[in-house]
Every structure is written in C-alpha cells, then in structure tokens.
C-alpha cells in the first residue's frame, strides 16, 4: 500500500545543527495527522522538508527518504514546482496579495495554468466553496483581500491552495492568530477535506489536535517519540515524556 507520506530514518540540519533525527513515520491517504510537541523541537521544519520548502535555506541538509505519494521527493531531477502542487502549505499568519479576492484565490493557478484562464471564475468560486467561504465572498469578489477578517483570509489562503489541487495540505498552526469561532470554522474545514485530502496540521493546542486528528505525533527535541491513534495517545500515552507534555501543556 502506498502512504500518502513515508519518512524513512530522516536528517535534518541547518548549518550542521541537527534538527530532526532519524525520524520515521507513514501517513495514511484521507487522514487527518496532528504534530504537537514543545517550540523549537522541529514541526515546522518537518513540514518545511515535506514540501521542499527550505531548499534555498543556505546549509539547510536532508539525508534519509522522504516519500510523497511514493516518490523520493529529494531524489535527482524531482519536479519541484509538481511537487508544490501535490503538497499545500498554510500558515499560521494567512499571506494576501494586495489585490482583490478573485486576484488571491486564482494566484497559483494563473502561475501554474495560465491556458485556463477562460475557467478561473468557475475554479475560484469551486475553490472558494471548498474552503467554506463562497457565501460571504461572492458579492465582493473584486473588492480587495486584505479587508476581509482574518478569519476570512485564512479561508482564503485554503482556497488558494485548493484550488490547484493538492493532495496533501500542511497546516502549520493554522488556527493560532484567529478568533476561537474562526478557529472553529477552520477545524470545520479540516474534517471536511479529509474525504479529498490527507492532512498535517501542527498545534500547540491540544484540545484541537484531539477534535480535528485521527493520529497524533508527538515529537520531542527533533525526535519522534510517540505517535498513533490520537484518543489512544491522549488517554494512554506511553511514553513517559509524551504524558509530562500532555499534563503539562493541559495545565497551562
Ligand atoms: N532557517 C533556519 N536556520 C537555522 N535554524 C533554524 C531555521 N529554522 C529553524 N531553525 C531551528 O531549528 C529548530 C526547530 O525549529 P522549528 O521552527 O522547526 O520548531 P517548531 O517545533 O516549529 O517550533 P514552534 O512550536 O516554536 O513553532 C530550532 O532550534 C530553530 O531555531
Ligand atoms: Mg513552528
């Protein structure tokens, strides 16, 4: 069976500096997976690796396989500009271009097939009605972005996303500048996409990880140390670490 993600004993350095350790995982096609884990211990970069995001970072080094959709994405003569279509990345600050709704949703498919031009109304709308915003945007479409609430932009900035048809979304902290109703609507979202897409999503909230994830990894000074079926882990946890981070960060 092909995973829709399969890490195999990765490296990962900046300058030398290791960052992540042999870490392994496999991620299932149509999941939802939360990463949690203390600030600077690598949920960033893990995602950043997965979609060839730091390659221009200088001294930035992978060694070990990183497997998308079953090819070694670091493998010689890898598309890169394919692979940023397959692999979706979301931020936690949502980034708009000063230009006007529709101008943000069809950006990257204006870069990637400008043939279709004559298509992009019916893409954003679709786009845009995937990522649960059609509604409130559809009378203002030419009105610019940057006015819509911040909540509304993350929204935006899925769509965006979506709307070149990736098959993996990496949600880093998604939710963590928006309001807690924003927020919600993004969990919302994320349940919802599970059905055409399979999901990373780090948080440092793990209420969320447990509503939104059907596995968690919990990583630790660049090391996975637990991952599995997110109820199990957030009852069960084994190892002694992941129980220290739970009872902590639930008390904080
Ligand atoms: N571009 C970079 N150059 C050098 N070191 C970096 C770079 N980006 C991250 N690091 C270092 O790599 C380590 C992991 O950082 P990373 O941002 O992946 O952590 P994180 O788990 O996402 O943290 P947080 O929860 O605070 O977002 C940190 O020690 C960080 O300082
Ligand atoms: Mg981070």
């Given at each position: ?5 399969e ?10 500096k ?17 990463v949690?884990g203390?600030?600077g ?23 070990g396989?990183?497997?998308?959709g ?20 979301i ?9 006007s ?21 019916d ?10 915003l ?25 769509a965006?996303?979506l709307a070149v ?7 880093d ?8 109703q924003?927020a ?14 399979t ?5 440092h909230?793990?209420?969320q ?6 596995e ?7 090391r ?5 079926p997110?109820?199990t882990?957030?009852?069960h946890?084994v190892?002694?670490?992941t ?6 960060a639930r008390?904080?």
């Amino acid at each position: 069976m092909t995973h829709a993600i399969e890490i195999v004993n990765a490296r990962v350095a900046y300058n030398g500096k290791p960052v992540l350790d042999a870490f392994s995982t496999r991620i299932r096609e149509h999941s939802v997976v939360a990463v949690i884990g203390p600030s600077g211990t690598g949920k960033s970069t893990l995602l950043r690796t997965l979609s060839r995001m730091n390659d221009r970072v200088p001294g930035f080094r992978v060694a070990g396989t990183v497997r998308i959709g079953g090819e070694d994405i670091y493998a010689k003569g890898v598309d890169v500009c394919r692979l940023r279509r397959k692999v979706g990345m979301i931020f936690q600050t949502p980034c708009m271009f000063p230009k006007s709704i529709f101008e943000n949703v069809i950006f990257g498919l204006k870069h990637q097939d400008p043939g279709r031009r004559k298509e992009f109304p019916d893409l954003a709308e679709k786009a845009l009605r995937r990522a649960s915003l059609w509604n409130e945007v559809k009378d203002r479409m030419h009105k610019p972005a940057p006015n819509l609430s911040l909540g509304q932009q993350q929204r935006l900035a899925i769509a965006r996303t979506l709307a070149v048809e990736p098959d993996i979304l990496l949600l880093d902290e998604p939710t963590s500048s928006l309001d807690p109703q924003s927020a919600l609507a993004i969990e919302a979202l994320i349940l919802a996409l599970k059905k055409d897409h399979t999901l990373l999503v780090v948080t440092h909230q793990l209420a969320q990880a447990r509503r939104v994830s059907d596995e968690t990894i919990f990583m630790e000074a660049g090391r996975l140390v637990e991952a599995g079926p997110t109820e199990t882990m957030f009852s069960h946890p084994v190892h002694p670490a992941t129980r220290a981070y739970l009872e902590g960060a639930r008390d904080a």
